[in-house]
Protein backbone atom coordinates (compact mmCIF):
# COMPACT_ATOMS: atom_id res chain seq x y z
CA UNK A 1 0.00 0.00 0.00
CA UNK A 2 1.49 3.68 -1.25
CA UNK A 3 1.95 6.11 1.38
CA UNK A 4 0.35 9.29 1.29
CA UNK A 5 2.70 11.81 0.18
CA UNK A 6 3.72 14.87 3.05
CA UNK A 7 1.64 18.39 2.06
CA UNK A 8 4.06 21.13 1.15
CA UNK A 9 2.03 24.76 1.26
CA UNK A 10 4.53 27.57 -0.28
CA UNK A 11 3.21 31.31 -1.32
CA UNK A 12 4.22 34.65 -2.99
CA UNK A 13 3.14 37.90 -3.18
CA UNK A 14 1.40 38.87 -6.42
CA UNK A 15 4.11 42.47 -6.37
CA UNK A 16 6.81 42.91 -8.26
CA UNK A 17 8.39 40.38 -10.68
CA UNK A 18 9.95 36.92 -9.56
CA UNK A 19 13.88 37.69 -10.18
CA UNK A 20 16.76 35.69 -9.52
CA UNK A 21 17.00 34.90 -6.11
CA UNK A 22 13.14 34.31 -6.36
CA UNK A 23 13.93 31.20 -8.45
CA UNK A 24 16.83 29.79 -6.49
CA UNK A 25 15.84 30.36 -4.34
CA UNK A 26 11.99 29.19 -4.28
CA UNK A 27 10.70 27.77 -7.41
CA UNK A 28 14.32 25.63 -7.88
CA UNK A 29 12.96 23.71 -5.20
CA UNK A 30 8.98 23.78 -5.70
CA UNK A 31 10.15 22.14 -9.23
CA UNK A 32 11.82 19.47 -7.12
CA UNK A 33 9.33 19.22 -4.74
CA UNK A 34 6.59 18.46 -6.71
CA UNK A 35 7.95 15.05 -7.77
CA UNK A 36 8.46 14.11 -3.80
CA UNK A 37 5.12 16.07 -2.20
CA UNK A 38 1.90 16.37 -2.50
CA UNK A 39 1.83 20.50 -2.89
CA UNK A 40 -0.06 23.71 -2.84
CA UNK A 41 1.51 26.65 -4.20
CA UNK A 42 -0.27 29.88 -4.22
CA UNK A 43 -0.15 33.68 -5.37
CA UNK A 44 -0.64 35.70 -2.54
CA UNK A 45 -3.19 38.37 -3.74
CA UNK A 46 -4.63 38.71 -0.24
CA UNK A 47 -1.21 39.30 1.36
CA UNK A 48 -0.32 42.06 -1.06
CA UNK A 49 -3.36 43.95 -0.39
CA UNK A 50 -1.74 45.16 2.72
CA UNK A 51 0.38 47.98 0.91
CA UNK A 52 -2.24 48.76 -1.50
CA UNK A 53 -1.33 48.09 -5.02
CA UNK A 54 -3.20 49.10 -7.80
CA UNK A 55 -6.51 47.43 -8.98
CA UNK A 56 -5.41 47.78 -12.56
CA UNK A 57 -2.36 45.54 -11.92
CA UNK A 58 -3.60 42.92 -9.76
CA UNK A 59 -5.05 40.70 -12.14
CA UNK A 60 -2.27 40.94 -14.08
CA UNK A 61 0.61 40.57 -11.96
CA UNK A 62 -1.35 37.37 -10.71
CA UNK A 63 -1.49 35.99 -14.32
CA UNK A 64 2.26 36.89 -15.23
CA UNK A 65 3.19 35.11 -11.79
CA UNK A 66 1.30 31.79 -12.65
CA UNK A 67 3.07 32.19 -16.11
CA UNK A 68 6.37 32.69 -14.92
CA UNK A 69 6.19 29.82 -12.21
CA UNK A 70 4.95 27.59 -14.70
CA UNK A 71 7.81 28.86 -17.92
CA UNK A 72 10.60 28.00 -14.64
CA UNK A 73 9.39 24.43 -14.06
CA UNK A 74 6.38 24.24 -12.18
CA UNK A 75 4.16 21.15 -14.10
CA UNK A 76 0.12 22.30 -13.11
CA UNK A 77 -0.59 18.65 -13.39
CA UNK A 78 1.44 17.53 -10.15
CA UNK A 79 0.53 20.58 -8.01
CA UNK A 80 -2.45 22.79 -7.19
CA UNK A 81 -1.09 26.11 -8.11
CA UNK A 82 -3.99 28.85 -7.57
CA UNK A 83 -4.68 32.46 -6.04
CA UNK A 84 -4.87 32.45 -2.53
CA UNK A 85 -8.16 34.67 -3.23
CA UNK A 86 -9.66 31.73 -4.88
CA UNK A 87 -10.16 29.84 -2.00
CA UNK A 88 -12.30 31.45 0.90
CA UNK A 89 -12.00 29.05 3.59
CA UNK A 90 -8.85 30.48 4.14
CA UNK A 91 -10.43 33.38 5.28
CA UNK A 92 -12.31 31.59 7.46
CA UNK A 93 -9.87 30.50 9.21
CA UNK A 94 -7.91 33.53 9.63
CA UNK A 95 -10.85 34.77 11.02
CA UNK A 96 -11.14 31.82 13.78
CA UNK A 97 -7.37 31.78 14.28
CA UNK A 98 -6.80 35.74 14.86
CA UNK A 99 -9.12 34.64 18.31
CA UNK A 100 -6.08 33.09 19.34
CA UNK A 101 -3.59 35.48 18.34
CA UNK A 102 -2.36 38.02 20.35
CA UNK A 103 -1.81 41.75 19.49
CA UNK A 104 1.17 42.12 22.29
CA UNK A 105 3.09 39.07 20.45
CA UNK A 106 1.83 40.41 16.76
CA UNK A 107 3.35 43.92 17.51
CA UNK A 108 6.67 42.12 18.06
CA UNK A 109 7.18 40.84 14.75
CA UNK A 110 10.45 42.02 13.44
CA UNK A 111 8.91 41.90 9.94
CA UNK A 112 5.58 44.19 11.32
CA UNK A 113 8.14 46.95 12.94
CA UNK A 114 10.37 47.34 9.93
CA UNK A 115 7.02 48.20 7.96
CA UNK A 116 5.69 50.46 10.66
CA UNK A 117 9.36 52.23 10.66
CA UNK A 118 9.46 52.16 6.28
CA UNK A 119 5.52 52.93 6.27
CA UNK A 120 4.40 55.10 9.16
CA UNK A 121 1.21 56.28 7.92
CA UNK A 122 0.02 52.44 6.66
CA UNK A 123 0.03 50.68 9.90
CA UNK A 124 -3.28 48.38 8.77
CA UNK A 125 -4.72 45.63 10.58
CA UNK A 126 -3.64 43.77 7.72
CA UNK A 127 0.24 44.44 8.41
CA UNK A 128 -0.32 43.62 11.91
CA UNK A 129 -1.90 40.26 11.56
CA UNK A 130 0.09 38.89 8.45
CA UNK A 131 1.16 36.02 9.98
CA UNK A 132 -2.27 35.11 11.33
CA UNK A 133 -3.30 35.00 7.70
CA UNK A 134 0.13 33.37 6.61
CA UNK A 135 -0.55 30.73 9.22
CA UNK A 136 -4.18 30.28 7.50
CA UNK A 137 -2.51 29.43 4.58
CA UNK A 138 -0.54 26.63 5.93
CA UNK A 139 -2.80 25.35 8.45
CA UNK A 140 -5.90 25.21 6.13
CA UNK A 141 -4.32 22.22 3.89
CA UNK A 142 -2.56 20.75 7.42
CA UNK A 143 0.69 21.04 5.83
CA UNK A 144 3.41 19.67 7.51
CA UNK A 145 6.53 20.98 5.39
CA UNK A 146 6.89 24.53 4.41
CA UNK A 147 10.16 25.78 2.31
CA UNK A 148 11.00 29.65 3.72
CA UNK A 149 14.25 31.40 4.03
CA UNK A 150 15.10 32.62 6.98
CA UNK A 151 12.85 35.82 7.22
CA UNK A 152 9.98 33.84 7.48
CA UNK A 153 11.03 31.23 9.92
CA UNK A 154 9.52 33.19 13.33
CA UNK A 155 5.89 33.48 10.89
CA UNK A 156 6.78 29.57 10.69
CA UNK A 157 7.00 29.54 14.54
CA UNK A 158 4.03 31.42 15.34
CA UNK A 159 1.70 29.30 12.56
CA UNK A 160 3.18 26.50 15.25
CA UNK A 161 2.27 28.09 17.98
CA UNK A 162 -1.71 28.66 16.62
CA UNK A 163 -1.82 25.26 15.60
CA UNK A 164 -0.95 24.37 19.27
CA UNK A 165 -3.20 26.94 20.69
CA UNK A 166 -6.28 25.42 18.52
CA UNK A 167 -5.26 21.81 19.48
CA UNK A 168 -5.09 22.96 23.51
CA UNK A 169 -7.93 25.30 23.49
CA UNK A 170 -10.65 22.26 21.70
CA UNK A 171 -8.66 19.50 22.83
CA UNK A 172 -8.01 18.14 19.27
CA UNK A 173 -4.79 16.61 18.07
CA UNK A 174 -5.85 18.39 15.07
CA UNK A 175 -3.60 20.75 13.52
CA UNK A 176 0.02 19.58 12.92
CA UNK A 177 3.42 21.56 13.96
CA UNK A 178 4.45 22.55 10.32
CA UNK A 179 8.10 22.42 10.06
CA UNK A 180 10.59 24.49 7.76
CA UNK A 181 11.84 22.65 4.37
CA UNK A 182 14.45 22.90 1.68
CA UNK A 183 17.02 20.78 0.42
CA UNK A 184 20.19 20.96 2.25
CA UNK A 185 21.33 22.72 5.58
CA UNK A 186 21.73 26.19 3.24
CA UNK A 187 19.20 28.38 1.40
CA UNK A 188 20.56 29.80 -1.48
CA UNK A 189 20.78 33.55 -0.61
CA UNK A 190 21.29 35.70 -4.17
CA UNK A 191 23.12 38.93 -3.70
CA UNK A 192 22.21 41.84 -4.88
CA UNK A 193 24.39 43.10 -7.89
CA UNK A 194 25.25 46.00 -5.91
CA UNK A 195 26.58 44.58 -3.28
CA UNK A 196 24.02 46.08 -0.66
CA UNK A 197 21.87 42.89 0.52
CA UNK A 198 19.43 40.68 -1.66
CA UNK A 199 17.77 40.75 -4.54
CA UNK A 200 14.17 42.34 -4.14
CA UNK A 201 11.18 42.54 -6.26
CA UNK A 202 10.47 46.38 -5.31
CA UNK A 203 14.42 47.79 -4.17
CA UNK A 204 17.06 49.07 -6.29
CA UNK A 205 15.59 47.49 -9.78
CA UNK A 206 19.00 47.35 -11.64
CA UNK A 207 20.74 45.40 -8.91
CA UNK A 208 18.55 43.05 -9.35
CA UNK A 209 18.32 40.51 -12.26
CA UNK A 210 14.54 39.90 -13.03
CA UNK A 211 13.48 36.70 -14.84
CA UNK A 212 11.16 39.13 -17.57
CA UNK A 213 14.42 41.33 -18.34
CA UNK A 214 15.20 40.98 -21.66
CA UNK A 215 19.24 40.40 -22.91
CA UNK A 216 20.19 44.05 -23.35
CA UNK A 217 19.11 44.63 -19.74
CA UNK A 218 20.80 41.52 -18.57
CA UNK A 219 24.15 42.65 -20.23
CA UNK A 220 23.96 46.29 -18.78
CA UNK A 221 22.95 45.40 -15.21
CA UNK A 222 25.89 42.59 -14.54
CA UNK A 223 28.36 44.81 -16.39
CA UNK A 224 27.49 47.35 -13.67
CA UNK A 225 27.43 45.31 -10.86
CA UNK A 226 30.42 46.03 -7.68
CA UNK A 227 33.59 44.08 -8.49
CA UNK A 228 36.75 45.30 -6.90
CA UNK A 229 40.77 45.87 -7.70
CA UNK A 230 41.38 42.87 -5.47
CA UNK A 231 42.71 39.57 -6.92
CA UNK A 232 44.89 37.14 -5.01
CA UNK A 233 44.64 36.61 -0.92
CA UNK A 234 41.80 36.87 0.23
CA UNK A 235 38.56 37.32 -1.46
CA UNK A 236 36.32 40.46 -1.54
CA UNK A 237 32.45 39.91 -0.84
CA UNK A 238 31.41 41.52 -4.05
CA UNK A 239 33.89 39.24 -5.92
CA UNK A 240 32.49 36.27 -4.17
CA UNK A 241 28.83 37.76 -4.70
CA UNK A 242 29.84 37.84 -8.67
CA UNK A 243 31.44 33.84 -8.58
CA UNK A 244 28.49 32.56 -6.45
CA UNK A 245 25.92 33.77 -9.73
CA UNK A 246 28.41 32.59 -12.25
CA UNK A 247 28.61 28.74 -10.27
CA UNK A 248 24.52 28.71 -10.59
CA UNK A 249 23.78 29.71 -13.81
CA UNK A 250 27.70 29.12 -15.79
CA UNK A 251 29.78 25.65 -16.31
CA UNK A 252 31.87 24.70 -13.47
CA UNK A 253 35.11 25.00 -15.83
CA UNK A 254 34.33 28.36 -16.61
CA UNK A 255 34.54 28.98 -12.57
CA UNK A 256 37.36 26.96 -12.06
CA UNK A 257 39.43 29.17 -14.61
CA UNK A 258 38.36 32.38 -13.22
CA UNK A 259 39.00 31.43 -10.03
CA UNK A 260 42.46 30.27 -11.05
CA UNK A 261 43.18 33.82 -12.30
CA UNK A 262 42.38 35.34 -8.99
CA UNK A 263 44.51 33.32 -7.24
CA UNK A 264 47.04 33.80 -9.70
CA UNK A 265 46.76 37.81 -9.27
CA UNK A 266 45.67 37.98 -13.24
CA UNK A 267 41.37 38.12 -13.23
CA UNK A 268 39.98 40.61 -15.49
CA UNK A 269 36.73 41.62 -13.98
CA UNK A 270 35.29 43.30 -17.14
CA UNK A 271 36.07 39.50 -19.13
CA UNK A 272 34.32 37.84 -16.00
CA UNK A 273 31.15 40.16 -16.42
CA UNK A 274 31.34 39.48 -19.51
CA UNK A 275 30.94 35.77 -19.46
CA UNK A 276 28.92 35.89 -16.16
CA UNK A 277 26.53 38.31 -18.62
CA UNK A 278 26.19 36.16 -21.26
CA UNK A 279 25.81 32.95 -18.93
CA UNK A 280 22.57 34.97 -17.57
CA UNK A 281 20.59 35.77 -20.96
CA UNK A 282 21.34 31.98 -21.81
CA UNK A 283 20.06 31.04 -18.52
CA UNK A 284 16.91 34.03 -18.06
CA UNK A 285 16.15 34.16 -21.93
CA UNK A 286 14.57 30.76 -22.09
CA UNK A 287 12.22 31.07 -18.59
CA UNK A 288 11.37 34.87 -20.26
CA UNK A 289 10.08 33.56 -23.70
CA UNK A 290 8.15 30.49 -22.39
CA UNK A 291 6.70 33.09 -19.66
CA UNK A 292 5.76 35.98 -22.62
CA UNK A 293 4.22 32.58 -24.75
CA UNK A 294 2.16 31.64 -22.26
CA UNK A 295 0.72 34.93 -21.23
CA UNK A 296 -0.45 35.02 -24.24
CA UNK A 297 -3.09 32.23 -23.82
CA UNK A 298 -5.14 33.95 -20.80
CA UNK A 299 -7.73 30.89 -21.50
CA UNK A 300 -4.79 28.06 -20.49
CA UNK A 301 -3.63 30.10 -17.56
CA UNK A 302 -7.63 30.34 -16.32
CA UNK A 303 -7.55 26.80 -16.62
CA UNK A 304 -4.56 26.12 -14.32
CA UNK A 305 -5.61 29.00 -11.66
CA UNK A 306 -9.42 27.42 -11.38
CA UNK A 307 -7.81 23.62 -11.47
CA UNK A 308 -5.87 24.83 -8.47
CA UNK A 309 -8.31 26.34 -6.66
CA UNK A 310 -10.42 23.22 -7.20
CA UNK A 311 -7.89 20.85 -5.59
CA UNK A 312 -6.96 23.49 -2.83
CA UNK A 313 -10.57 24.42 -1.81
CA UNK A 314 -11.02 20.55 -1.40
CA UNK A 315 -8.38 20.44 1.02
CA UNK A 316 -9.64 23.62 2.87
CA UNK A 317 -13.07 22.46 3.18
CA UNK A 318 -12.35 19.37 4.38
CA UNK A 319 -10.25 20.75 7.30
CA UNK A 320 -13.04 23.70 7.65
CA UNK A 321 -15.64 21.33 8.32
CA UNK A 322 -14.17 19.74 11.33
CA UNK A 323 -12.53 22.87 12.34
CA UNK A 324 -16.49 23.81 13.20
CA UNK A 325 -17.44 20.68 14.54
CA UNK A 326 -14.26 21.36 16.91
CA UNK A 327 -15.04 24.96 17.91
CA UNK A 328 -18.84 24.02 18.13
CA UNK A 329 -20.53 26.08 15.25
CA UNK A 330 -21.89 23.37 13.17
CA UNK A 331 -25.97 23.58 13.80
CA UNK A 332 -27.67 21.33 11.62
Not at 42 to 71: Q, Y
Not at 168 to 178: E, H, I, L, Q, V
Not at 255 to 273: C, Q, S
Amino acid sequence: MATEKEIVVSGIRSTGFLHLGNYFGAIRNYVRMQDEFNCYFFIADWHSLTTHPDPKDLAGNVLRMVAENVAAGLDPEKVALFAQSDVPEIAELYMLLNTLAYKGELEKVPTFKEKVRLNPDNVNAGLLTYPVLMASDILVHRATKVPVGKDQEQHLEMARNFAHRFNTRYGADFFPGPQAFNYGDNLVRIPSLDGAGKMSKSENQMATLYLADDDDLIRKKVMKAKSDSAAGGEMPESVANLFQLMSLVGHAATVAKFREDFNAGTIRYGDMKKQLAEDMVAFIGPIREKTLELQKDKVYLNKIMRAGAEKARASASATLVEVRKLIGINYY
